[in-house]
């Protein structure tokens, strides 16, 4: 023990030539702050990330423009959309409402028809169907560098997926936002749609939507 105190004090008067000892940067690391060059520790400056972003597909660039149009409030078609749902909520027409919108989004989100649907939570992902944790409230803190923990080196965790599509858009921080609440089975196999118009869903509640007539 003498020894290396001995030596410590020795070497403490150089210590900032002795650093590269100690650095083991991984490829490709991710690291918050920029590094300082000349004494390789870390500086006070977050790394500028604003130029690294990456490109959003065609996909998830239709979908921000359909949630625009009628699922905003202040969309074109927010008030029309509303309107309709109220009169097919219940009807005869309800089934085949629901059905054709299970349809297109089985095809475009592998939509698991659970009725309260978290797809403008994660990015236009469908949690229930692409974590095999049906994780709707953030990632499940198995995964390794990116990669679902069931998955390893197969599948890309759904949440980080999201990331870099919201990222370029610089709207990453919408992941941590709000709580998603876990989800509610007594809409499953009914329409999203109408559930949100009408107020039942948990993104009609987080906005304040309650059912026509009564808000």
Known sequence: ????????????????????EFDYPQPNGWYYFEKDPETGLN???????????????????GFRLLHGLI???????FKPMRAMSRAIDGS???????????????????????????LVDVAYFCPMSQCPKSQRNGPCGG????????????KKCVYVRA????????AED?????????????LRFTSSWLNFYMGRDHTAK????GPPGEE
């Open 174 to 186: 919408s992941l941590v936002a709000y709580r998603v609440p876990p989800v509610n089975y007594d």
């Open 71 to 77: 699922f905003e409030k202040e969309g074109p078609l």
């Open 163 to 170: 990331y870099d599509r919201l990222k370029h858009y610089g």
């Open 92 to 118: 005869r027409l309800e089934h085949l409402f629901t059905r054709l919108e299970h349809l297109g989004k089985e095809f475009t989100s592998e939509c698991m028809h659970c009725g309260d649907c978290a």
């Open 206 to 209: 987080r906005i304040g939507l």
């Open 43 to 61: 500086t006070e400056t977050p790394v500028d990330r604003s130029q690294s972003r990456p490109p959003a597909p065609w996909s998830y660039k």
């Open 143 to 154: 995964s390794l560098e990116g990669w679902c923990e069931v998955y390893p080196n197969e």
């Open 1 to 20: 023990v003498e020894f290396i105190l001995d030596r410590g004090e020795e070497l403490a008067p150089r210590w900032h030539d002795l650093v590269h």
